[in-house]
């Protein structure tokens, strides 16, 4: 009879403990969550390729005659002409050789004639006339050869461009042939950049380049612009070109070279400097801030959606790269959507939260109307 008395009451206890759950939950409050709104727009695609600038020709100035170096008639790091007298080296041993082998050109000359004239009447043999004739051409090259040597004591600029410092003085003898040169011209009008590209990534841009997707500026090249190594922006725009490739079988890379106008030479050889490839226009691309993305344990990335009914739910999204700030999404958000950026260590799949605006969002990306900064 003490338990059928006790009964009624166990119930009531039950019933009172779950209106108290119940009024809990009620009064619970519904989570607030920083949302962004997903806009699709266009976006331009940019490839970077780290780099070093090199010379567009190097040309070693070096003797081709022997003899005291008289007179250097340059200043050192200044622009040089092709053609332009650097050095002058002692003539005088040069014109006197020359002037003899012109002496023995007039004899061979007149020998010559003069065997010529006498053949006609048999008064010298066939023989005599030939060596008369070659003797003339010998001593014609000879002179040829003087004169040469006589130019070169003049030692011209072989190309246009900067010269450094010279090696030697006046009053040193220089050796045609000796191992040190005794100046460099250096050309930096255009300037080359040489980029570094794994393999596979070559053969993307090569397909994006033969689709059209990849701007061209002629045969097998692309538009190309520069960034320096403190971040500025080279004014000039250049051409990458994708020929003459090899592949480095250790590292799987290839070397690619680009080419820059260099007016003001503010690019030098050995510039570190990074090449901004532009790949092409996505005209409805989805970017969508970095810290809404996370990664499972198989390190699948995922983010928060807000429906329209305020209840949240997981989604697998697949991430192309990143761009800026952001990642570019190709499947699993769309646009006008929300994505949850705050506030993810509360939500739960099925959920209902207040969305606002997030306040942690500063997405900085290339778009091609619009300004590079965008914010939401």
Partial sequence: MRDVRLAPLAVLLVLAGCGEK???????????????????????LTTDLPGRTSAYRVAEVRPQVS??????????????????????????????????AEANLTTAENLAQRYERLLKTNA???????????????AQAEVQVARIDVQYTKVLAPISGR?????V?????????????????????????????????????????????????????????????DGSAYPLPGTLKFSEVSVDPTTGSVTLRAEFPNPDRKLLPGMFVHALLKEGTQQDAILV??????????????????KPDDSVERREVETLRTVGNAWLIGKGVADGERVVTEGTQRVRSGITVKPVAASNVRLVAEFAPKTDAVAN
Avoid at 72 to 89: A, D, N
């Fill in 22 to 44: 119940t009024a809990e939950q009620a009064a619970a409050p519904v989570p607030e969550v920083g949302v962004y709104t997903v806009q699709a727009q266009p976006l331009t």
């Fill in 289 to 306: 801030p970095q810290q809404a993305v996370s990664r499972d344990a198989r390190g699948v990335p995922s983010v928060w959606v807000v």
């Fill in 163 to 167: 010269i450094g410092r010279s090696t």
């Fill in 169 to 229: 003085t006046e009053g040193a003898l220089v050796t045609n042939g000796q191992a040190q040169h005794l100046a460099t011209v250096t050309q930096l009008d255009p300037i080359y950049v040489d980029v570094n590209q794994p393999i596979t990534k070559l053969l993307g841009l090569k397909r994006a380049l033969e689709s059209g997707r990849l701007q061209k500026t002629g045969s097998d090249q692309a538009e190309v612009s520069l960034t320096l190594d």
């Fill in 67 to 100: 003899g005291i170096l008289q007179q250097r008639l340059f200043t050192e790091g200044t622009e040089v002409k092709k053609g332009q007298q650097l050095y002058q080296i002692d003539p005088r041993t040069y014109e006197a050789r020359l002037a003899r």
């Fill in 124 to 138: 010298v043999s066939r023989q005599q006339y030939d060596d008369a004739q070659a003797a003339w051409k010998q």
